[in-house]
């Protein structure tokens, strides 16, 4: 069995007026919170700045470290290990407009978020239940061990 490499996601908390950006590609199901990969010797930051402006055209404050969310899943038979660190970020926008032709970008109430299709399910519900101004964690389930 391959085991996969770890990706390293950077991902924008951006809130306005209780509401949160979510983006959702064109044709799914399933929102995501902003952002994307982090390149090979890119700073989280710098990526993160660079994700916003392609994603969203404008240029990108972070405020702060939100969390952390480790990730897994298989597509297309492929095994999949990720890394998303959460930024709080503002926009020097007022509504963001899409940049690429398969992304959209919607709010959500922050009161919906809970029953919103947002993944990964577990950085949603760190989203939800975890305190605004307290950093969180959530790592993968640690495997049973045999005995």
């Known amino acids: 069995m ?3 490499a770890t990706e390293l996601i950077a991902r924008a908390v951006i809130r306005r007026d209780e509401h949160l950006l979510l983006a959702r590609q064109i044709g799914k199901a399933w929102s995501f919170l902003p952002g994307g990969h982090v390149e090979p010797g890119e700073h989280i930051e710098a990526a993160l700045r660079r994700e ?3 994603e969203l ?3 990108a404050e972070i405020t702060g ?3 952390a969310v480790e990730h897994g899943y298989t597509e297309n038979e492929i095994a ?3 890394l998303n660190l959460l930024f ?3 926009l020097d926008v007022p509504e963001p407009t899409s940049q690429e032709e398969h992304l959209e970008f919607h709010w959500v109430p922050l009161g919906q978020l809970a029953e919103t299709n947002v993944r990964p399910a577990s950085l949603k519900d760190a989203l939800v239940t975890a ?3 307290v950093p969180f964690w959530r790592g993968l389930p640690t495997p049973s061990r045999a005995r």
């Open 131 to 133: 305190e605004e101004s």
């Open 65 to 67: 470290f939100v969390g």
């Open 57 to 59: 055209g404008t240029t």
């Open 52 to 54: 916003i402006t392609e």
């Open 2 to 4: 391959d085991i996969p």
């Open 88 to 90: 709080g970020v503002t």
């Open 80 to 82: 999949h290990h990720e």
